[in-house]
Every structure is written in structure tokens, then in C-alpha cells.
């Protein structure tokens, strides 16, 4: 694959505390942009070019550093070190009870009350990307262990952004790690109902008021069967009492040809959008595809003067399972001593002229 | 064989002869293949609705094309449950009040069109509709979204009807519809509310002699992939979102089926693509140099003016005017001018009424047999020839 990304830097902004936010633009060879912060390892916007070349800024953000921390609406951020929920805020770990922050009436989201989006990361250039480094102290949000978490972001001239974790412990801890990225392709100014998803998956996890996973059920004969490419705006229509619950979709999809934990990304889901003709292809080491659809988006403050309104957006979460480490045999979402976290997910953006 | 005690007898009433109905009846299939739902279903043989003794019919459901009012009328009091499928309205009443109801969204539909036309650069936009019909109520919808649409931008589109298609007005209602289209301000976007129509405007366009897409850029509804097999140029169109129209329509008819009842409720199916094809590949030259080169061409091209005089007018040397036109248009300012003829000796051979001699010294070329030179090199025929072929009968 051919890379010949471009790497600059500038202050972007303040924290309240005084602390200078930088921002770092990659460029590939087709004039994408995609912008990171060293504040939550946020992926601030990505420029990319439509049907007939135009660029527009296809993700979420914030206009000032200070939303980021204040609002936390996780607006492209890295997630740690628990992405999504686990119930109760508690888990047994090799016979200890141990209790997270409840962050989320009583369970845990995205990390806790301080979560890998709220921090700054060490950022270096190497092996032709931007690498990322943060040190999560033995403690963090409930959490044992003390974790070093490597992130390295990717852009190649196919318009391939590559994310790719590793991170060690030095006593068994959960470890889920995701991106929260919300994408619209249209760029500012619509909704993503237009949007027409497929997402390779036969199972969802069902979940109950609080969101937490009951069960997995067939996506066959309802609205969460993207098997083939449907319109976002139908399925959110569709009457499905899963969908009420949530407000639209807050779902995590059981993606299939998951065997074991397997290291290489397979393609698992895509979003096209008719009238930009921008096509979005996600691959994924992981198990589980959570998809968002921003139903509770209310008047954050966005880009440009905007104010995010209810499906603004919508965001493809790769990770494990939703309360995964209280579900039978969480082996595969523990990290020992010795052992590595290991996830990749590519976010492939390009441009399709027909259906 | 026997019927088991789930198999529930369903009707599909629609006139299946267009690619709309019939991709909606395979997204019902493709539904009950991904459910493993089994449904004994009665269609016409011919694919055509037929209504007669359907409120006597002994079944469980039905799913039915409601953009024909015949339907609704015959379905009024349907004791089975009926799932509508249709065109979408701004007029509330327009829908059945007591049925769910599965429409295609035609603002949607008109915003791609639209959006599709602005991108690649137009600014002048006029519609191709259809005589209003009980039948077609949506071709109304769509001029409405279309109305709407421009006026949020503050512009104006004109708007024409035609004629029902029939054999014995066919060249008439072609020569009417080619006047139209001379008249419009060129360089023009039309959409048309269905690909058929489409298809009148390219062979319109033909007849002409007006260029598509450089002059009249087009675009259509339901990329039916017949109608393209029947232009020359290939037809751009907007994918509408039938396949997903009848998924939706036989998930509530299942559940229906099965106690649940979804009155009034109105799902509206988005698009989803767009098939750019040749007919919309408008690219208009972002120097305003080109433009005012290409302007000046246009007004003066049959003249006999050389590149030296076009660059004099637009006030740049020939060598940067023959670099800008290279750059944006891949040719030279004499291959520009020599397009320019050949669109003008061609849309006056369309016409019959000059002779070969009299074009080549009204467009401009030094002698007739330098006109049939580029005729030869650029179209592939003679003067003589390309005026045969726009006399043929035209087929429909």
C-alpha cells in the first residue's frame, strides 16, 4: 500500500487549566486530512473529497478544546479503559470483587468519571504514522493495573485511516479499547437517515433500559438485519421495541468469522451516502461492532456555529462485547502480565458513483 | 400438498411491467428468504393488477401499489390486513388513513437529483413531468419538491409536461419537447420524473442537435436498466429504494399477521445512489478565461475566427489561453472551435432544410469538403449520412 502521508502540528487551542491542545493533520496524496489531538487521541475532523472532489469535514467535534473535556460527548475520542458499558459497575476478577466508577446511573460508560478521552497523550512520529502513548495509573476509574497504551494512527493514499492498539498491564485487568468517531458523509448541514449501512453480522446483543446486553438475538425479519444495505432512516422507522428502548440504534452487532480473538481487520461493515458519493468500509480485528445512531445528540456545540441535533450522526464502534467481562469466560477481554492487547480497525473512505 | 398452519396466503397487487414494482416485489422476497418465512403468494401470471373479486378473495394479507386510485378504492374495505405501498404526499389526506403505509420519498428522490446537478456545476435547472393523472400523482410531488428545492435557492426552473406517450402523436410530442429544450438558457440541468422521460429528453436532444451533457445535462428516476439499453448516451439516474420499500412493507404485513396493527403509521424510504452515467457528466471550465474564450467561440465560432482573435478577446496571450484550454479541457482553442461548427452544421442538417453547401460556409468551414473531413474524422460519417440517420423514423 502506498503511504505518503504528511504529518504537521500547531497549538489548537486551551484547556481552562491553561494547557496547550495540539492538533496533528496527516495528508495523503488525494489531499485527505485527518486531524488528531493529543487531548483524548481525538480524531478532530477528516477532509475528505466527495463525488466531484469537494472536501468536507466528515466527522463530529467540538469548536474548543474545553467541550471536549466539559461536554464529553467522546466527539472521535479514544476510548478506555472500558469502552462502552459493564453493568452494575463492578466485575469478579480471579476471585476479587472489584467496583468501577458508576458513571451512568449505576454502571460504568467509556472509562468512568476520567476516561482515556478526558486525558493528554504523548505524541511522536514513527513508523510512518502518528503514535500515541498513554500511561493509565493503577486505580484509574476502579480499574487494577497500571496500563501503557500505544495507539498509532495510519493514513494511506487509498484513504485507508488505520487505528491500531497495543497496550500492557502489570496485573490482570479488563481492557476494552475503541474509537468513538461519529461519522456523517454528507459533511455539515443533514442527517444520516439517507445513509445506507450493511453490517456483516447474523446476531445483535439485545439490551434492557439501562443498555446493558440481556442476550444475543437473530438480526433476521427485523429492522437490525443489515445482512444487505438498507437506509438508516427505514430501520430507525421500522416499529421494533429494541429501537425504543434506545432512542434508535445503541446496539452492538455480533460480527461474524470471529474465530478465537484474530489479529488481522476483516471487512465487517460500510456506509455509503448517496448524495455525496462517499463510502466509508470498516475492517476490524474485533468481535463487536457497536452502531450509535446519535440519539442523544441535543444542541452539543459542533463545528462551525452548528448545535447537533438526534441522528446527526452515527458511530461504528469496534470492540468487544458490552459488559463483556460479566458474561461467561471473559478470558479474551483480560490482560495479564505478559500478555499484549492487541486490536486493529481501518475506517476505509472513498467514493462510489452507482449503488 | 398440503398447506401447513403457518403458511398464510398473501396477494401482491401490482403492475409488476415497470422495474419499480418489480424490484419492491423482490425486496418482499428477499425478506421472506432472510426470515425463512413461508408465504403462498398470488400474483398475476402477467405481473399485471387485476382487481376484479379481490374483496371476495379468501386471504390473510395483502400488500398493494396504491399510487393507482382503482386500488384504494377497491381495498377501502379490505377485512384482511393491507399493507399500502406508494408514492409519498405533502397532503396528509392523500394517504389512506387507516393502513400503514410504505412510500417513496419523493423530496428525497428530487434533493439527489438536484444536489447531483449543483455538483457537477449547473446553475440553470428546468423538470420534465408528466401530464397529470389520478395515476401518477407523485409526478405532481415531484414537481412540487422540485419547485421547492429551487426556491430555497432563490431560483426558478420552467417545468414541462408533454404529452401522454402514444404512437400517433410520438413525432409531434418529440418536436414540441426539442423546442422546449431550444429555448431553455443553456447550459441546463432537467430532471426527468422517470427514466422513461429521460429517455425522451436524449432522443430530443438528438433530434436537435443539442449537446448532452455540455448544453442540457440530464438526469432520471429509477435507473431501469432497459431504458439505458435504448439511449446512446448512457443515462444517469437516481436509485430509488424499492428493494427496501418491499422489505419493510412485508416485515409489517408479518407482524400483522401475527396480532399487530400498524394504523397510519408512514414509513418514508430515501433513495439509496445514484448511477452517474455520461448523461449528467457535465464539467463546466473553472477559468473564466475558458469561459469567456468558450463565449466568445459560441457567438462567433461560424465566423471563421482563429485562435489569435478568440485570445485577443479574452485578453491573454495564445500561448496561456492554448495552456488553460489544455489544461481544463484537453484540447486546443482550434479544436474548440472546430466542436463548435460541427455542433451547429449538425443541428442544422437535423433541420432538412439546408443543403450541405450552404452549412459549411454558414458554419464557417473554408470549403464543403473540409466539413466533410471533420465530419468523417469526428462522427464517423458524411454530412449526408448523419442527416439519413436523423431522418429515420424515430422508434419508441
Not at chain 2, 177 to 185: H, T, V
Request: charged residues 20%; proline residues 5%; aromatic residues 8%.
Amino acid at each position: 500500500m502506498t503511504r505518503s502521508m504528511q504529518i504537521s502540528s500547531a497549538v489548537w487551542g486551551r484547556l481552562p487549566s491553561g494547557d496547550a491542545v495540539t492538533r496533528y493533520t496527516l495528508r495523503n496524496a488525494q489531499d485527505m486530512q485527518v486531524s488528531i489531538m493529543d487531548l483524548g487521541g481525538a480524531l478532530q475532523s477528516w477532509l475528505a473529497p466527495d463525488r466531484s472532489g469537494r472536501l468536507a469535514d466528515i466527522v463530529l467535534g467540538h469548536p474548543e478544546p474545553a467541550d471536549y473535556v466539559a461536554q464529553r460527548s467522546f466527539f472521535g475520542s479514544l476510548v478506555g479503559r472500558w469502552a462502552n458499558r459493564i453493568a452494575g459497575a463492578s466485575f469478579t476478577l480471579d476471585g476479587m470483587r472489584y467496583t468501577v466508577d458508576p458513571n451512568e446511573g449505576e454502571n460504568l460508560l467509556h472509562g468512568g468519571w476520567h476516561g482515556f478521552d478526558c486525558v493528554f497523550w504523548e505524541v511522536t512520529e514513527a513508523d510512518g504514522g502518528l503514535v500515541l502513548r498513554y500511561e493509565s495509573p493503577e486505580g484509574e476509574g476502579g480499574f487494577p493495573g497500571k496500563v501503557a497504551v500505544t495507539v498509532c494512527y495510519r493514513l494511506d493514499d487509498d484513504g485507508t485511516l488505520t487505528i491500531d492498539y497495543d497496550a500492557i498491564s502489570d496485573a490482570p485487568t479488563p481492557l476494552n479499547l475503541t474509537n468513538h468517531a461519529f461519522f456523517n458523509l454528507s459533511g455539515p448541514g443533514t442527517d444520516i437517515r439517507g445513509h445506507i449501512l450493511t453490517i456483516d453480522a447474523d446476531y445483535f446483543h439485545e439490551i434492557d433500559a439501562a443498555l446493558i446486553p440481556t442476550g444475543i438475538a437473530e438480526v433476521a425479519g427485523n429492522a437490525f438485519d443489515f445482512r444487505t444495505a438498507a437506509p438508516i432512516g427505514t430501520r430507525l422507522d421500522w416499529p421494533n421495541a429494541q429501537l425504543e428502548l434506545a432512542g434508535g440504534f445503541d446496539h452492538c452487532f455480533v460480527l461474524r468469522n470471529n474465530l478465537g480473538a484474530p489479529q488481522t481487520p476483516r471487512p465487517v461493515a460500510s456506509l455509503y451516502d448517496p448524495a455525496s458519493g462517499r463510502e466509508l468500509i470498516v475492517s476490524t480485528s474485533e468481535a463487536g461492532l457497536q452502531l450509535y445512531t446519535g440519539n442523544y445528540l441535543n444542541g452539543q456545540k459542533g463545528k462551525a456555529g452548528a448545535a447537533y441535533r438526534k441522528h446527526d450522526a452515527l458511530c461504528l464502534e469496534a470492540g468487544a462485547f458490552p459488559n463483556r467481562i460479566n458474561m461467561p469466560d471473559p478470558e479474551e477481554v483480560i490482560v495479564r502480565p505478559g500478555r499484549h492487547y492487541r486490536q486493529v480497525t481501518q475506517y476505509r473512505l472513498g467514493v462510489r458513483d452507482d449503488a | 400438498m398440503s398447506r401447513t398452519q403457518t403458511t398464510h396466503r398473501i396477494a401482491l397487487l401490482f403492475n409488476a411491467n415497470k422495474v419499480y414494482d418489480r424490484e419492491i416485489i423482490a425486496g418482499i422476497g428477499h425478506y421472506l428468504q432472510s426470515t425463512r418465512v413461508v408465504w403462498d403468494l398470488f400474483l398475476e401470471e402477467d405481473f399485471r393488477c387485476r382487481l376484479t373479486g379481490i374483496e371476495r378473495w379468501d386471504g390473510d394479507g395483502i400488500i398493494a401499489d396504491f399510487d393507482d386510485p382503482a386500488v384504494c378504492t377497491a381495498l377501502h374495505q379490505c377485512s384482511v390486513p393491507v399493507v399500502a405501498v406508494g408514492s409519498s404526499y405533502r397532503d396528509e389526506t392523500q394517504y389512506p388513513a387507516e393502513l400503514p403505509y410504505i412510500a417513496t420519498d419523493n423530496a428525497k428522490l428530487m434533493r439527489l437529483a438536484y444536489g447531483h446537478l449543483i455538483e457537477v456545476g449547473l446553475q440553470q435547472f428546468a423538470l420534465y413531468s408528466l401530464p397529470v393523472a389520478p395515476e401518477n400523482r407523485w409526478a405532481q410531488e415531484r414537481e412540487a419538491a422540485f419547485q421547492t428545492l429551487l426556491a430555497a435557492d432563490g431560483l426558478h426552473g420552467a417545468i414541462y409536461r408533454g404529452a401522454s406517450t402514444s404512437a400517433l402523436a410520438w413525432n409531434e410530442s418529440l418536436e414540441r419537447l426539442s423546442a422546449w429544450l431550444l429555448e431553455l438558457p443553456k447550459p441546463v440541468g432537467i430532471m426527468a420524473v422517470t427514466d422513461a422521460r429521460a429517455r425522451h429528453l436524449l432522443q430530443a436532444c438528438l433530434m436537435a442537435g443539442i449537446a448532452v451533457p455540455e448544453q442540457v445535462a440530464i438526469i432520471g428516476i429509477d435507473n431501469d436498466p432497459l431504458t439505458r439499453t435504448l439511449t446512446r448516451t448512457p443515462l444517469s439516474s437516481v436509485i430509488q429504494g424499492t428493494e427496501e420499500m418491499g422489505r419493510t412493507a412485508a416485515h409489517l404485513l408479518h407482524k400483522m399477521l401475527h396480532g399487530a396493527r400498524f394504523p397510519g403509521v408512514r414509513i418514508l424510504v430515501p433513495p439509496v445512489g445514484i448511477n452517474v452515467l455520461a448523461s449528467s457528466k457535465h464539467e463546466p471550465p473553472a477559468s473564466p478565461y475558458v469561459m469567456r474564450a468558450r463565449h466568445f467561440i459560441r457567438q462567433y465560432g461560424c465566423q471563421g475566427v482563429k485562435t489569435e482573435q478568440v485570445a485577443d478577446y479574452v485578453g491573454v496571450s495564445r500561448s496561456s489561453l492554448e495552456e488553460y484550454f489544455r489544461r481544463e479541457l484537453g484540447h486546443t482553442v482550434h479544436h474548440e472551435i472546430l466542436r463548435h461548427k460541427l455542433q451547429i452544421a449538425q443541428s442544422l442538417l437535423a433541420e432538412h432544410a439546408h443543403s450541405s453547401a450552404e452549412i459549411a460556409i454558414r458554419c464557417g468551414f473554408t470549403s464543403l469538403q473540409y466539413m466533410y473531413a471533420v465530419f468523417r474524422r469526428e462522427l464517423g460519417c458524411t454530412p449526408k449520412e448523419y442527416q439519413e440517420r436523423m431522418r429515420q423514423p424515430t422508434a419508441s
